[in-house]
């Protein structure tokens, strides 16, 4: 009869302990399904963001282009009013780059006139003490 009534009481705890476990088990399994889940969401939010986004965009934060710098002087003094080419902006030869204010060689052409018209004066003048 001991036996019996041990191994009763052997089922009884372990009838309790099972007990005791279902609502852990309950509450494990609900956690691991919210977790699986969270899971999901977030990989799907990635590959959301790849599909609408990620894939159409490119970004570089340390692209390097070589190209080469030319140096451009100018032949005549003036006031720029425009300019053909930005920063950066591939130019062929023969472009232009820049367009100067034409009052400044107008001014500049009346004075080579002016210049012009003294020299030749001057010659004469020179021409005529020589036949004189």
Known sequence: YKVIVMATAATENTSAASQEKKPNSGKRKL???G???IVV???LAIWGWYHFYGQWNE???DAYVNGNVVEITPL???TVISIGADDGDLVHEGQVLLQFDPS???V???S???NLGKVVRQVRGLYSNVDG
């Open 76 to 78: 005549v003094t003036g």
């Open 31 to 33: 956690l691991l399904t």
């Open 112 to 114: 080579a006139e002016a």
């Open 35 to 37: 977790l699986a889940i």
């Open 59 to 61: 970004e570089t934060d």
């Open 104 to 106: 400044d060689a107008a």
């Open 108 to 110: 500049s052409l009346q």
């Open 41 to 43: 969401l977030c990989g």
